[in-house]
């Protein structure tokens, strides 16, 4: 049995598949990796639209930025770059 915290998100990359898979508590939803940039501009836009509420997304934003640096450091193929 995995225990995890369902209060920050996980965001797992499929190489195989060419996904991401970011996952909270029970939401969980998969996207091709060539839409990693603009999730992460999504969850950053958020931030300036709702300041009350950045905080809540930003454990969005830090999950998004640690893969798109993972992926550029590995030299990925897929292109997770802005």
């Known amino acids: 049995m995995k225990l995890s ?4 998100m996980d965001v797992v990359y499929d190489p195989i598949a060419g996904t991401f898979t ?3 508590g029970s939401w969980k939803n998969t996207y091709p990796i060539s ?13 300036v639209m709702f300041p ?9 934003v830090d999950a998004l930025e640690k ?6 450091a590995n030299g990925s193929t897929h292109d997770a770059k802005r």
């Open 5 to 8: 915290q369902p209060f920050f």
């Open 22 to 24: 970011m996952s909270k």
């Open 67 to 72: 893969l798109t640096a993972d992926l550029q």
């Open 52 to 60: 009350r509420y950045a905080s809540h997304y930003q454990d969005s």
């Open 35 to 47: 839409d990693l940039p603009k999730w992460l501009d999504f969850y950053r836009t958020q931030q």
